[in-house]
């Protein structure tokens, strides 16, 4: 089974404050997917990536970067964090045999920030 | 850009009913359309998917039926346990897409004795 890990699993932060989000994939899965999760909006994507040193902006990245600094890590980076971004975040992780394929999720981060 | 749309946000059954989750998008070109499951505090895992090269897939209790035409989608549970309570996501992404998927919102089944 897919092993997709991330820290913290919770976290309060302040608002204006820097947040950094974590996730680790050892499946070599080039794919990888930061999402959040709002009620009564499922799971929206934020940033995504193709593999090491690619980002590319999925469909609601304003107030979010991300890095993949490697084939296993991909990080979520909230500069200036808002109370609006208090969500849960669900990293992922997929091969792309351009075809859709399944993603393994990790066990997600709660973020509230105050 | 895609918009897919899940009709029923909760949905009781009995024990041993079917459960039918119906999910609708806009985007033509969406080819691939999988169904994932989120158990209580839980992330999510994949139950089963479908393609548009076939209209009907079926996994044990999980039915999947895909309609190009009316673009809906739609995840029948057959005999439904206990243990199916949980929320369920449909999404649907282009093949050439990256992967990127859209999500629907969400239905929450229960099932009750």
């Known amino acids: 089974e897919a092993a997709v890990t991330q820290s913290p699993r919770n976290k309060v932060a302040v608002t204006g404050g820097k947040v950094t989000l974590s996730c680790n994939q050892t499946?070599?899965?080039?794919?990888m997917y930061w999402y959040r999760q709002d009620t009564g909006h499922g799971l929206r994507l934020i940033h995504y990536s193709y593999g090491a040193g690619s980002t590319e902006k999925g469909d609601i990245p304003d107030g979010y970067k991300a890095s993949r600094p490697s084939q296993e890590n991909f990080s979520l980076i909230l500069e200036l964090a808002t109370p609006s971004q208090t969500s849960v975040y669900f990293c992922?992780?997929?091969?792309?045999?351009?075809?859709?394929?399944?993603?393994?999720f990790g066990p997600g981060t709660r973020l509230l920030v105050l | 850009g895609e918009k897919v749309e899940q009709h029923e946000s909760t949905l009781s059954v009995r024990e041993g009913d079917s459960a039918v989750i119906n999910c609708t998008y806009t985007d033509t070109a969406s080819s691939y359309f999988p169904w994932y499951k989120q158990e209580a505090g839980k992330s999510l895992h994949f139950v089963i998917d479908?393609?548009?090269?076939?209209d009907r897939k079926q996994s044990q209790r999980l039915i999947v039926l895909l309609d190009k035409k009316a673009k809906r989608f739609s995840l029948h549970i057959t005999a439904t346990q206990p243990e199916d309570s949980a929320i369920y996501f449909c999404?649907?992404?282009?093949?050439?897409?990256?992967?990127?998927?859209?999500f629907g919102q969400g239905t929450i089944l229960k099932v009750y004795l």
């Open positions: 479908i393609r548009s090269n076939v």
């Open positions: 992922a992780s997929g091969v792309d045999r351009g075809r859709g394929d399944t993603q393994y």
């Open positions: 499946n070599n899965h080039n794919n």
């Open positions: 999404a649907a992404s282009r093949a050439s897409s990256g992967q990127k998927l859209v």
